[in-house]
């Protein structure tokens, strides 16, 4: 049975969640909840908050992807797949082209990823890379949720890259300093979006990055 509550649609009003898209980050989430029995996908204290902690806390970023100039969205570090996985399912009906690029060194984790990718009929690229080794990259979209601070975020999109439009980073209660610090050695463009399911928390899409030169 569908949990008809499984997102708080009322909270993440931009959000227009069909029945089947509903149904697939119910297995989704269920599936991670089940392996995370077998390896560490997220913190047992977050399973069972994940509809909120993780996949509402994914889904949030929706607004900065669901673009016309988007069409493609690499994940650093992705772990059990969030957000990638979660955009992926939002985006399949929205979008059919639209595909994942997800980075993930871990052997079981990125089995597990290519297990979910094919089970959803997502259209997407596992890579069991260290992405600091990888080189001359190309995307629409970077993304990273609790993979490396920002600086080091900033560093992989500029040594690694040699095209993308957006950064997009989870950052927490001290996100205006972080960017503040940031904005002392690299130029660029934001955009603000108040987290949805977590207090002083933010969504930050970053554009025309540059360093400065010291």
């Known amino acids: 049975m569908i949990d008809s509550n499984f997102l708080k649609i009322g909270k993440i009003k931009s959000l227009n969640v069909s029945r089947e898209t509903l149904k697939e980050l119910q297995i989704y989430s269920d599936s991670i909840l089940l392996k995370n029995k077998e390896i560490n996908l997220i913190s047992q204290n977050s399973e069972k908050v994940i509809k909120t902690r993780h996949i509402e806390d994914s889904a949030q970023t929706i607004e900065f992807i669901d673009k016309n100039d988007i069409k493609i969205c690499t994940d650093l570090g992705s772990g059990a797949g969030l957000p990638g996985i979660v955009l992926g399912i939002l985006m399949k009906q929205k ?23 094919k089970k959803l009929s997502l259209n997407s690229e596992i890579h069991r890379k260290n992405i600091f080794d990888e080189k ?22 500029q040594n690694n ?21 940031a904005l002392k050695i690299w130029k660029f463009d934001y955009k603000i979006k108040k987290s949805l399911t977590s207090n002083g928390s933010m969504i930050v899409k970053v554009s025309n990055l540059k360093k400065v030169n010291v």
Not at 137 to 155: G, M, W
Not at 166 to 179: H, P, R, T
């Open 95 to 117: 979008n059919p082209l639209f595909k994942l690029i997800l980075y993930e060194k871990s052997f079981h984790k990125s089995k597990f990823l290519e297990e979910m990718t």
């Open 136 to 157: 001359d990259l190309s995307t629409d979209v970077i993304i990273s949720r609790a993979f490396k601070p920002l600086p080091i975020i900033f560093q992989i999109a």
């Open 161 to 181: 890259f040699k095209s993308f439009k957006y950064i997009i980073l989870f950052l927490g209660k001290s996100g205006n300093k972080v960017l503040e610090d």
